[in-house]
């Protein structure tokens, strides 16, 4: 735009200055001509040079602004590698996580020899992804520990369970025990009970047969006493035959 404005100015100053020059004589003319000719010359050239200037400071400006080819951004691997490896819950993931590692930092290897001007930033990166596998491998470890832990635990509450039921076993059996040594006992007192009545009515039995026995024994000898004291005894006198003799 400004290479056409100053192009556009210095014919309209010519056609200005060509016709001035045709009012005026010839010797002058020709003079004027010339220094005008020059004039407009000097203001071209001073012209372009200032559009040179103004199109050098644009390309500076542009050129420090301009993003450089090679943006990558080296720090961002080792930061998603561990985030990776952060989110791992079984061996799997964990491998995952490594295998991203593994591969960015075959690909910093070779941005090493490619990309000098970043080659700390390579170097750190490359350090942080070499120590993502290590403690990914770390972490694969202690998963084993841990699901290990987790197993033995299991084992541990099912031993635990089971000594439990054991436990309300002998207890159930115990109080079973005890219940039967109280109704055994109850028995046994009830057994003695009884006995303890049906002696003392045998008891009692015995004594009433035996007073029984005593009396009537006491009554037979009386009789038999009686009739022997009846027989031992001589006949009464017949009234009759005495009054005969």
Known sequence: MQDVSVHGAAPAAQQGRTREQDGARPGEAEGGLQSMLDQGQEEIESL???????????????????????????????????ARLARAKDKAAVNAASGYARRRLAQ??????????????????????QKAINRGEKKKRELDREKLAERRKAASRES??????????????????????????????????QLTATQMELRQQAQE?????????????????????????????????????
Do not use: C, W
Not at 56 to 70: C, G, I, S, W
Not at 108 to 129: E, P, V
């Open 160 to 193: 635990k369970e089971r000594l439990k039921q054991e436990l309300r076993r002998r207890r159930a059996q115990r109080i079973i025990r005890e219940q039967g040594y109280m109704r055994e006992a109850e028995i046994s007192n009830r057994l003695a009970a």
């Open 209 to 245: 047969l035996s007073a029984a026995v005593t009396a009537s024994a006491e009554a037979a000898a009386q009789q038999y006493t009686a009739v022997s004291e009846s027989a031992a005894a001589p006949p009464p006198a017949d009234p009759s035959l005495s009054f005969q003799g």
């Open 108 to 129: 910093f290897r070779t941005a090493l020899h490619t990309d000098s001007d970043n080659a700390a930033r390579i170097k750190a990166a490359i350090n942080q992804l």
């Open 48 to 82: 372009t040079e200032m559009i040179k200037d103004a199109q050098e400071k644009a390309k500076a400006q542009r050129d420090a602004l301009k993003v450089p080819k090679n943006n990558t951004r080296y720090g961002d691997a080792p930061l998603e590698a561990y």
